[in-house]
């Protein structure tokens, strides 16, 4: 019930009463008085007396009532202004009023202000607003008085974001809002409104921004980085200053296996550990391409705890994704429970996300790498066994290749045997050579298993693997695994190369591409050397064999290669025409790459479709083809005079790589010899196809790399000109000088591409110095040119790093340095100084004079040669400059297309 209401009920209640005493006594005291009076002039008079009586008791009780009830309406006011009070109190920000027409007056300020800047309520009144302006940060004045001006002028609401100075003199950050209050005609009665602090809202956008910082840097300096160990090492660091865990780890994921392959403040016993990746223990696939947090690991069972990590609490998963694809694991442990949360979860996954393309990205540099490594062993292995007289001399060779490549003690070659159908030991070292069962039978344990696949088989323990032979399983004892790889000729599995590896060794991709390439090297070597030993004729074809081999490694030209092939086809073989044909997946045809023999010279260009020609055939059937008559096949080429045919597919690792045709004048029926010869040729070829193919690729990868690295260096130096517009033109200008005068001086070609490297970054150092330095009109004050003085400094820290660069620091580094040592940035003196260095420093002079200057005009070319030539042996190295002086005197077109004037 409203206060208003109330009071009307209270002066009815005192009307009623009022009218009732007024005709009770009337009734009454008539009554009383007609009994017991007779007289009328008594009568009269004391109904005169009752009257006054009556009056003067009723307004007493009239007087009574309306004290009662104004006390009543007081009390009622003093507990609405009680919880006016209690409700502005209990306001998380500060209410205030202030006095319109004084904006200097504060009318009210309700004590949380003491809370907010340690003033009480009364003092802020007391000093009125002159406080509050004394308070204010001087960064904040000038803007909150204008605003605070411009709305005691319109009338606008005053909203704005300050700081105030704390009484114990610290700033806190407030948001005020206030509005004026009108009177109901308009007028302006008083200010109204309320101080925030939002001092941690402040202090969470700081964060807020400086994480968004820290993960922008922290996310470039990732792309830095090619090799993964130090990229791991790399994002642990850079994560820790986003998050600060108290370990973390790194899974990366193969199939459905993962493997922790690093980690940070883990034991290093975990490295390396592999587990069965089981996405609905997480709830399925899609929950493990979310980030999982576990608050307390030691309540939630999905997580693993060994002893060496009892020490984790709480823990957050974050996947490593890459278009849509999940490559690993990023996680991190905290001692503490409920650490982590969905802000560390959404800061977490957007570093991750940077960091799997800087994965990615070390993964690809480090497998080319490993390829190119595999390749050098390649030839080195093939090289050392083309170099054994026999399989005496080579099974050593191949042994002790084997043992150096894998980095393991124990391995074993194994050869098969057609007269007893077993495979025997032909050369062994280490605890293998004690194998309790050394001879197998084909499909007899793992070496015999293999042998009859001819599919590598990797074993991670020799212990638990159901292929091992009894008799040998219990000497294999624990922790010893390894790989089985067949030797194979061109068409036949000939043995098995086994080898050892003891964990925490794992067995990777890499190794079984690897042995599996050395045992068909081995395989090939192997077959060439058994076709020697045969007969006289064999080793005709041996030599023939080891000329084709010889033409595979000294020609990178596939085309070349199999020409040599075809030749020895049409010269030793009776072949009366031959060509290769090899087939294009891209565009499905079989295409002709080397022909020879044929009246028709298109023959040389043809291409098949699938399906077309005996050729296809071969390429579908993936068997060889014999026609003794071609008459008789519709087939037969228009224009030449073949009678028989004979071709046969070129495999390479289970794939058809092509087909070799051999056409007959005469007919021709094959023998074995013939067909094994024909074969291991095929062999030949594929091994040159692929080795062609595989050269084309790394080739193309290498090119490709280093054109990226010397198109960024010019980027970065074009990037250097458009910051100084006076140097535009001057990197490529004294690069083409320096190279020059390198050369002139005798400086190795192996050399010339780091000292481009160099001159082209020579200012580098610059991005280190202000705009307002580098691009100042006048000359520099002292404390300018030490500033500028330092970017040699900075040219080394940027680039001394960067493995590729580091070569080629001399020139950023050293190009002002002088010859007597009072160059800088380290004084050094005479040949200390790297020659590079020296041959540069003249180029610059010469150049940057020649050039014009806002401080001065560009000099004539006699001008600059003399101020050279009174410098040597001051400033510049006098050999370095007779050799430049004579490159003037002798060629003088190389300076000329070389300088600013052009």
């Not at 300096?221 to 090492?233: A, G, K, R, S």
């Not at 043992?403 to 025997?424: G, M, R």
């Not at 500028?788 to 070569?807: D, G």
Request: hydrophobic share 40%.
């Amino acid at each position: 019930m409203s206060k208003k209401r109330q009071n009307r009920f209270s002066a009815f209640q005192i009307t009623l009463i009022y009218l009732g005493l007024g005709i009770l006594w009337i009734l009454l005291t008539d009554t009383i008085l007609f009994r017991f009076l007779n007289a009328s002039g008594q009568l009269s008079s004391l109904q005169t007396y009752k009257g006054w009586f009556y009056v003067g008791v009723t307004a007493y009780i009239l007087y009574i009532l309306l004290k009662i009830n104004e006390q009543r309406v007081t009390t009622s006011k003093f507990q609405a202004q009680e919880e006016y009070r209690q409700l502005v109190e209990q306001l998380p920000g500060v209410v205030f009023m202030d006095v319109f027409d004084d904006p200097q007056s504060t009318h009210y300020m309700s004590p949380r202000i003491k809370d907010l800047v340690g003033y009480t309520a009364e003092e802020w009144t007391e000093n009125g607003r002159d406080l509050w302006s004394i308070s204010l940060h001087p960064d904040d004045k000038e803007r909150v008085l204008n605003e605070d001006k411009r709305t005691n002028q319109t009338g606008e609401s005053f909203r704005i974001e300050y700081r105030l100075k704390h009484k114990d003199g610290h700033y806190v950050w407030v948001k005020e809002d206030a509005s004026l209050v009108r009177a109901e005609d308009g007028t302006p009665l008083f200010w109204q409104g309320i101080l925030l602090n939002i001092t941690e809202q402040k202090k969470a956008e700081e964060l807020s921004r400086w994480r968004d910082e820290v993960l922008r840097e922290s996310t470039m300096e990732l792309t830095h980085y090619v090799d993964l160990n130090n990229l791991f090492e790399k994002i642990f660091s850079s994560l820790y200053k986003l998050i600060q865990f108290d370990s973390a780890s790194i899974e990366l994921v193969n199939g459905d296996t993962a493997e922790i392959v690093a980690g940070k403040n883990i034991p290093k016993e975990m490295i390396g550990m592999q587990y069965q990746v089981n996405p609905t223990k997480w709830g399925g696939l899609d929950s493990l391409r979310n980030i999982q947090i576990i608050p307390d690991v030691q309540k939630d069972e999905r997580f693993i705890i060994f002893d060496e990590t009892n020490y984790i609490k709480s823990w957050m998963g974050i996947p490593l994704m890459i278009q849509e694809k999940l490559i690993g694991f990023l996680n991190l442990d905290s001692r503490t429970p409920n650490y982590f949360n969905y802000e560390f979860a959404s800061l977490a996954q957007t570093f991750a996300n940077q960091a799997t393309i800087a994965i990615e990205n070390a993964k690809l540099y480090t497998e080319t790498k490993q390829r190119l490594q595999e390749l050098e062993t390649v030839s080195r292995v093939s090289s050392a066994l083309r170099a054994a007289q026999d399989t005496n001399e080579m099974f050593p060779i191949l042994l002790n290749e084997i043992k150096s490549i894998i980095q393991t003690d124990a391995a074993t070659v194994f050869l098969y045997d057609e007269e007893k159908n077993a495979l025997t030991v032909r050369a062994t070292s280490g605890w293998l050579a004690d194998l309790p069962k050394s001879i197998f039978a084909p499909n007899e344990g793992v070496v015999g298993t293999v042998f009859v696949k001819g599919i590598a088989h990797a074993t991670p323990e020799f212990i638990s693997d159901p292929l091992a032979h009894p008799e040998n399983a219990k000497f294999f004892g624990e922790g010893w695994g390894g790989i089985a790889v067949p030797i194979r000729t061109a068409n036949e599995t000939i043995g098995v190369i086994i080898v050892g590896i003891q964990k925490p060794r794992r067995i990777d991709d890499g190794f079984v591409r690897l042995l599996t390439t050395i045992a068909e090297i081995a395989g090939n070597a192997i077959y060439r050397s058994n076709l020697f030993d045969r007969n006289e004729e064999q080793i005709r074809r041996l030599t023939t064999l080891r000329e084709i081999d010889t033409a595979i490694t000294s020609s990178l030209d596939l085309r070349i290669t199999l020409n040599i092939i075809i030749e020895h086809l049409i010269t030793k073989m009776g072949v009366s025409a031959a060509s290769f044909l090899i087939f294009d997946p891209n565009s499905q045809m079989l295409d002709t790459v080397a022909a020879n023999g044929f009246q028709n010279q298109e023959m040389n260009q043809i291409s098949l479709n699938v399906g077309d020609g005996l050729a296809t055939q071969i390429l579908l059937n993936r068997k060889p083809i014999h026609v003794k008559d071609l008459d008789n096949e519709s087939q037969k080429i228009t224009g030449e005079n073949f009678s028989s045919y004979y071709a046969l597919p070129l495999f390479s690792k289970g794939t058809t790589r092509g087909v070799l045709e051999t056409y007959f004048k005469q007919p021709f029926t094959p023998n074995a010899d013939w067909i094994d010869f024909v074969q291991t040729l095929a062999g030949q070829a594929t091994i040159a196809i692929d080795n062609a193919q595989l050269f084309e690729n790394l080739q193309r990868s290498n090119q490709e790399l280093s054109l990226a690295y010397d198109t960024t260096l010019e980027g970065w130096g074009k990037a250097l000109e458009l910051r100084d517009k006076e140097t535009q033109g001057h990197t490529q200008r004294v690069t083409n000088l320096t190279l020059e005068l390198a050369q002139r001086v005798g400086i190795p070609e192996s050399q010339l591409t780091h000292i481009r490297r160099g001159a082209l970054l020579h200012d580098i150092g610059k991005m280190g110095v202000s705009d307002k330095i580098l691009r100042k009109p006048s000359a520099l004050t002292d404390e300018e040119m030490n500033e500028m003085k330092k970017h040699p400094q900075y040219a080394y820290e940027l680039l001394y790093p960067i493995p590729y660069l580091r070569a080629a620091v001399d020139i950023p580094y050293c190009h002002h340095e002088w010859w007597d040592g009072s160059g800088y940035p380290r004084g050094l003196r005479g040949e200390e100084i790297p020659l590079a260095a020296r041959i540069f420093a003249v180029v610059d002079v010469w150049d940057a004079l020649l050039s014009d200057r806002p401080y001065r005009e560009a000099w004539n070319q006699n001008d600059v040669m003399k101020y050279i030539l009174d410098l040597s042996g001051k400033q510049f190295d006098p050999r370095v400059v007779d050799e430049f002086k004579r490159i003037l005197e002798t060629n003088l077109d190389v300076i000329e297309s070389n300088s600013p004037q052009d």
